[in-house]
């Protein structure tokens, strides 16, 4: 393998394989660099999603590395914000609800994102946090 990686996606195909495919499938769908993805489009969300192992999570994920507000609704961030609001909530849900806590903020949901993340990386390393 050209990337020396040989991590797997939750699928179990090897991530450089998912990187190659991602990134044809985004050519076709007219990205050629990051400032493409300044304005994502459906189609934009489709190409990424269409790969086998990509999902939702990563997209956001991707889109908040290119610096374009987004959270990245993982394992942590929806039980910090289940904590939160005492009721489990989907991905999408808590996505919602730390989007408007960072407006309500005044803070980036970038930065929110990745303070709940750092917070709840902490507590889980250091307390067996569930």
């Known amino acids: 393998m050209i990337t020396g990686n040989h991590q797997r996606l939750s699928g179990g195909s090897p991530k450089a394989v998912a990187i190659v495919a991602v990134a044809r499938r985004l050519t076709a769908a007219g990205v050629h660099r990051a400032a493409d993805l300044r304005e994502p489009t459906d ?19 991707f889109l908040m590395l290119l610096g ?41 949901s970038i930065e929110l994102d990745h303070a709940i993340w750092d917070h709840m990386r902490r507590a889980e390393g250091s307390s067996g946090f569930r």
């Open 68 to 108: 374009i507000p987004d959270v990245k609704a993982d394992v942590w961030i929806n039980r910090f914000v289940a904590r939160a609001v005492r009721a489990g909530l989907s991905a999408a849900a808590s996505q919602v609800l730390v989007k408007s806590a960072a407006d309500r903020l005044g803070v980036s």
């Open 43 to 61: 189609l934009h969300k489709h190409a990424y999603l269409s790969v086998p192992g990509l999902g939702t999570v990563t997209w956001a994920y």
